[in-house]
Antibody, heavy 123, light 107 residues
Framework: QLQLQESGPGLVKPSETLALTCTVS??????????WGWIRQPPGKGLEWIGS???????YYNPSLESRVTFSVDTSKNQFSLKLTSVTAADTAVYYC???????????????WGQGSLVTVSS | EIVLTQSPATLSLSPGERATLSCRASQSIFIYLAWYQQKPGQAPRLLIY???NRATGIPARFSGSGSGTDFTLTISSLEPEDFAVYYCQQRSKWPLTFGGGTKVEIK
């Protein structure tokens, strides 16, 4: 059974960098059949797609965050990571990592999700 | 970006009743729409993909329909565990976008 688990600091100071890692177990991150994504949800609000990354390192970012976000992949550890710079209180959210199934160069929807990691931006 | 508008914001129904949720896209997204269910403190769960296909393990009381700009999620007879928030999401164009959600609450 595939599992995804987010990890990282729960508290980040304003203007600093938020860093989270998603560890995948029960499956290989290196499979070309999947791409991996980050989605966030401010408390009491809706979902926002942050971006997606393939094991090859190819990335797509949400234009609203593109100037501040970077993804990376570590296939040896079966992990992928998110860095978000210059954070403000507006970046306070539950951050989810998730998987999309891909076939014939088409990627579908998020079928597996991590449990989510609450990150609070506060001094 | 493609904006998804969900209605109503809140739906108050009783167990056993039929729920009809709407998602409207700002431009055609063909059939490239999914529906998710989210319960408090949990991650979203994929229910329906590509407008009308149930994801693995999803009960038959959940069904999806629509194409182009107008989509519907129907729950034929609400079970107690179905009271939750439902989101739609499109994969037609980058950036991927979600609707604002519909809360199905117990009347």
């Amino acid at each position: 059974q595939l599992q995804l688990q987010e990890s990282g600091p729960g508290l980040v100071k304003p203007s600093e960098t938020l860093a989270l890692t998603c560890t995948v177990s029960g499956g290989s991150i290196s499979s070309g059949t999947y791409c991996w994504g980050w989605i966030r949800q401010p408390p009491g609000k809706g979902l926002e797609w942050i971006g997606s990354v393939w094991y090859t390192g190819i990335t797509y970012y949400n234009p609203s965050l593109e100037s501040r976000v970077t993804f990376s992949v570590d296939t040896s550890k079966n992990q992928f990571s998110l860095k978000l710079t210059s954070v403000t209180a507006a970046d306070t959210a539950v951050y989810y990592c998730a998987r999309r199934y891909c076939s014939n160069d088409v990627c579908y929807f998020f079928d597996y999700w991590g449990q989510g990691s609450l990150v609070t931006v506060s001094s | 970006e493609i904006v998804l508008t969900q209605s109503p914001a809140t739906l108050s129904l009783s167990p056993g009743e039929r729920a009809t949720l709407s998602c409207r896209a700002s431009q055609s997204i063909f059939i490239y729409l999914a529906w998710y269910q989210q319960k408090p403190g949990q991650a979203p769960r994929l229910l329906i993909y590509d407008a009308s296909n149930r994801a693995t393990g999803i009960p038959a009381r959940f069904s999806g329909s629509g194409s182009g700009t107008d989509f519907t999620l129907t729950i034929s007879s609400l079970e107690p565990e179905d009271f939750a928030v439902y989101y739609c999401q499109q994969r037609s164009k980058w950036p991927l976008t979600f609707g604002g959600g519909t809360k199905v609450e117990i009347k």
